[in-house]
């Protein structure tokens, strides 16, 4: 059993440096693509970063080189620096993980992803 649990949410600063962090409970595959999503109230949730196993990263346009996504293959763990969150980066943080190893150009696309974590909440304030 797959378990994905992100931490580091809550209320951070604008302008701060906060962590978001995904551990991988549980797996026990090759390393594999994993992604982080946002949600926010009245908008569909969208895909802001991910990293394969190779260490290559693509980022979503709005997010404007702010962030930064990196994993840590030994520990079985994502994670994603906030650089200077702004209010509209406000919303819900999911981490996800493919059973693929390259992301692929689609890497936007829910569907991709085999196992999702319960989220966790960025206020910036």
């Known amino acids: 059993h797959v378990q994905l649990v992100e931490s580091g949410g809550g209320s951070v600063q604008a302008g701060g440096s906060p962590r978001l962090s995904c551990a991988a409970i549980?797996?026990?595959?090759?390393?594999?693509?994993m992604g982080w999503f946002r949600e926010v109230p009245g908008k569909e949730r969208e895909a802001t970063a991910t990293?394969?196993?190779?260490?290559?990263?693509a980022y979503a346009d709005s997010l404007e080189g702010r962030f930064t996504v990196s994993a840590d293959n030994a520990k079985n763990t994502l994670y994603l620096q906030m650089n200077g969150p702004k209010p509209e980066d406000n919303g819900i943080y999911y981490c996800?993980?493919?059973?693929?190893?390259?992301?692929?150009?689609?890497?936007?696309?829910?569907?991709?992803?085999?196992?999702w974590g319960q989220g966790t909440q960025v206020t910036v304030s």
């Open positions: 996800a993980r493919m059973v693929f190893i390259s992301c692929g150009g689609d890497w936007g696309l829910n569907g991709r992803y085999r196992y």
């Open positions: 549980g797996y026990r595959g090759s390393y594999s693509c």
């Open positions: 990293i394969d196993s190779s260490g290559i990263t």
